[in-house]
């Protein structure tokens, strides 16, 4: 018996040590793994991606497939649709989008992807729609397009409703805006609502996550003059929630800016997490060929206490790509490697 109750000793001490440490607690929850690649072996940065007929789907985003944006090479969109049915199996081609198309905002709900928003070489898109994949086939429904035309903004569903928040109108990254959708689809004729604007600066790329029934919104980058008078991303370190009927509340600040961490965040055993995306930290590497790449540290953030931790690291960080949950692990497709480098790898994990 004594050995017994030593064991529940030590078994209550260390979760007060995990809970009191969340570096301790989360270092070692996530298990890494790769998929089979995607299909296009340079990879895209801003799919849109989720669930569908049990499916995983990975459709649209841009790449520099001739040279290097620095090398003088320009960005092009895409619209295939790439299908993968088991974890196990290869991507297949699904068929396309309305039109190329990338940095919009997706979501899984009703065994559908909701694909909102997005952007081209010329313009940005209020469109809406959502992807089927049924018996082998592609489907693709109309939903009612956005008040405005949107794209790297951040969204999420919450219970039945799509939010989204922030973002920019048109190409070139010369304004962000701090303003606040949301379409619930649950209703027989679904209609956008625009709500109370995000607090604090505009912004874009930030990474959106739902947790019992809010809305959460971290970090990414607002659109201000530097010391040049150019107009540059400033990494933004704010945390906000969203409760319906409730509206907005500040959060405790990130330990370090995040933009275009993989959106929706992943919540585990209770945490938000995010994973990796651009710290800044690089901002100022010149030239741009010589990024060496995101940092791969993992923040954890606990509604509860109101905290952060660092969670150990990605083996393979990314920025600018979605997340999707998907047979028990959270699916990383694509996504950017550093400025104007993408990977066609696809990681998930899954909590030990």
């Known amino acids: 018996m004594t050995g ?13 040590i995990a809970s009191l440490h969340p570096t301790l607690a989360a270092s070692s929850a996530l298990q890494w793994q790769q998929l089979p690649p995607l299909p296009d072996p340079l990879g895209v940065a801003g799919p849109f991606a989720g669930v569908s007929g ?3 789907l990975v459709a649209g985003g841009a790449n520099f497939p001739d040279r290097m944006p ?10 295939t649709v790439f299908v993968l049915e088991q ?16 940095y919009g905002v997706s979501v899984s709900h009703a065994d559908a992807v909701i694909c909102i928003g997005g952007s081209d070489l010329a313009r940005h898109y209020a469109d809406a729609f959502r992807l089927r994949w049924r018996r082998g086939g592609l489907i693709i429904e109309p939903l009612p397009p956005l008040p405005i035309p949107l794209a790297n903004m951040s969204g999420a569903l919450v219970s039945n409703t799509v939010y989204l928040a922030g973002g920019t109108e048109s190409p070139g990254e010369q304004r962000a805006i701090h303003r606040f959708f949301a379409l619930d689809l649950d209703m027989r004729q679904p209609a956008w609502r625009e709500l109370e604007p995000v607090p604090g600066r505009p912004r874009l790329l930030a990474t959106a996550a739902t947790h019992q029934n809010a809305f959460y919104l971290f970090g990414g980058a607002a659109l201000e003059p530097n010391a040049e008078g150019k107009v540059a991303r400033v990494h933004l370190r704010e945390a906000l929630r969203y409760r319906p009927g409730h509206g907005w509340m500040r959060l405790a600040d990130l330990p370090k800016p995040s933009v275009g961490a993989p959106s929706p965040a992943p919540v585990v055993d209770g945490r938000v997490w995010l994973l990796a995306g651009d710290d800044g930290s690089h901002a100022s590497v010149g030239p741009v060929e010589g990024h060496p790449g995101f940092a791969k540290t993992i923040l954890a953030y606990d509604p509860t206490l109101d905290r952060w931790g660092e969670a150990g690291e990605v083996p393979a960080p990314r920025a600018t790509a979605p997340c999707v949950e998907w047979r028990g692990r959270f699916v990383v497709p694509g996504g950017e490697v550093r400025p104007g480098v993408r990977s066609p790898e696809v990681w998930s994990s899954k909590p030990r």
């Open 87 to 102: 974890p196990s199996g290869r991507w297949e081609n699904a068929g396309k989008l309305p039109r190329p198309l990338g």
């Open 54 to 56: 049990g499916a995983l």
């Open 70 to 79: 620095w090398e003088g090479g320009k960005k092009v969109w895409h619209d």
């Open 4 to 16: 017994v109750s030593n064991l529940k000793r030590i078994s209550i001490c260390l979760i007060l």
